[in-house]
């Protein structure tokens, strides 16, 4: 079904040119419920590997970069922030810091350079980028460094403090443009995992209206999207449907500068014991996408420990579903110089035997269905 549904959009888009495409030459656009890359509507595999800006040797971005594209993944999603509030020692990688009140960002050979890096490499393989500018949590500092540098506690306040957003502002219009011109990226992202825990979901829709809007006016060129882990919807009475965290997932995928819509998938970590409950969490995500007329990206999924199993499930039913239009394993591992890169137990190793059977198999199961 779906793939008769990309062969329609297709010949639409071909009849009715430009108003079907959001974007124009050569970046990567949305059309209908599919993503176009390098001119061509379907579904696309990638992956997530947060730490590829962090590294400071570049054959060793050269050699990620090179084991992505040569697997046929043709998205990955990597970290648009590391915020610290204490600078780190000559030679550790950080991109901005904020103290009193301030926010400085790192521009030199260990700050944005190493994401210049990383973007000329993607040029080069032909990989188009996913890049947020935030992280809801801690890691790589995160919202809290800017509620701590501005002396704040609360860090909800993050998302309405006038100071802490204009800060953040700069700091999406410093990354955004460096990289106004490259075709290497898919689409910004506001944040990872945005959450305003008890909030009103009017708090992130109101953030993510405003944030979008400014994006594409320093960028209309590139697709924008929350980053969101798409909480908040109907299908179900378990946690993550429900508003807790302040996302409302169809209220936030009809904001206008948001192309399309985005969903993470960990059962255990969310308390969900059955596995088989997110082929349900990805169908209703479609149908959302579907009627809001804009794709989902099934950006962020994984299981502890086996990768082979029921995961692959998971990506059989995003592949075979109208309305997902691509999907991003996390997360992505290599060995390079100084040994394997992170392993939090999601991390399926290039070259591995669980690269097969999750990488390889589903990669040319996207090629056959196209
Ligand atoms: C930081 O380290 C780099 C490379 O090791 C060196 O070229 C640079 O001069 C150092 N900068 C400072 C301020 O020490
Ligand atoms: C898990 O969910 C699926 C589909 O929702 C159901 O068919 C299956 O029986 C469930 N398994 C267990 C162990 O509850």
Known sequence: MKYSLSLLSTIASLALAAPCTRQSGSNPSVDGLNFVIDGKSGYFPGTNAYWLPFLTN????DLAMS???????????????NDVNTVPANGTVY???????????????????????????????GVKLIIPFVNNWDDYGGMDAYVTGYGGSDKTSWYTDAKIQSAYQAYVKAVVSRYVKSTAILAWELGNEPRCSSCDTSVINKWATTTSAFIKSVDPNHLVALGDEGMGLKGGSEYPYTNAEGNDFALNLAIPDIDFGTLHLYTTDWGVSNNSWGNDWVKNHAAVCKSAGKPC???????????????????ATSLSTTGVAADLFWQF?????????????????????????????????ISAAA
Do not use: M, P
Request: charged share 25%; with cysteine; hydrophobic share 35%.
């Open 95 to 125: 991109f901005q810091h904020h103290a009193d009140g301030v926010s400085t960002i790192n521009t030199g050979e260990f700050g944005l350079e190493r994401l210049d890096y990383v973007v000329s490499a993607a040029e080069k393989e």
């Open 67 to 81: 084991h992505v594209a040569e697997a046929g993944l043709k998205i990955l999603r990597v970290w648009g922030f």
């Open 297 to 315: 990206l099934f950006e962020e999924y994984g299981i502890k420990g086996t990768h082979c199993g029921d995961e692959l499930e998971w990506q």
């Open 58 to 61: 570049n054959a060793d971005v």
């Open 333 to 365: 591992g290599d060995t390079l110089s100084g040994g394997q890169t992170a392993n939090d137990q999601y991390t399926i190793y290039y070259g591995s035997d669980d690269w097969k059977c999750a990488i390889t198999d589903h990669v040319s199961s």
